[in-house]
């Protein structure tokens, strides 16, 4: 009977946690507004992520293209930066081990999208044109 009790304790406790919502980038809280994380409570591993966004024919970088990483799977954590004049960007201090989903967005070009956990990583990316067809049809 307490294992079952010390099951379902856990249960509730894993569920209470699902529930949880971002007061802001650095702590977390519950739907009844207790703190559940803190960035300031806890030493996290600093992670980032950066690298080189080229265009994929002539090898020239891509400026001001947008790099955004979002929690893919409870929305908890949300970074966005541009690339600088030579095509480089870089996002510093996210939460490591969490599914993510990275989208780099250019004008002109076709959207790069990909799901990942991990944590400090160099990622240098090619972009392709987008193909644009004209003509008149009869």
Do not use: H, W
């Not at 249960?11 to 519950?30: H, K, Q, R, W, Y």
């Not at 591993?45 to 979002?70: L, R």
């Not at 030579?86 to 599914?99: A, E, H, L």
């Amino acid at each position: 009977m307490k294992r079952l009790r010390l099951f379902f304790s856990v249960i509730m406790l894993l569920a209470g946690l699902v529930l949880i919502s971002s007061a802001s980038s650095d702590v977390l809280t519950n739907e009844e507004g207790n703190t559940v994380f803190s960035k300031s409570s806890v030493n996290l591993e600093k992670s980032y992520i950066e690298g080189t966004i080229t265009d994929s024919a002539t090898g020239k970088p891509v400026k001001g293209a947008m790099v955004e990483i979002k929690n893919s799977t409870r929305g908890v954590g949300y970074y966005k930066t541009s690339t600088d004049n030579s095509g480089y960007y870089k996002i510093n201090d996210f939460i490591p081990y969490i599914r993510y989903d990275i989208e780099i967005t250019a004008p002109g070009y076709v959207s790069y999208i990909e799901t990942a956990a991990f944590t400090s990583v160099k990622n240098n990316l090619k972009l392709t044109k987008e193909s644009i067809i004209t003509g008149t049809v009869k």
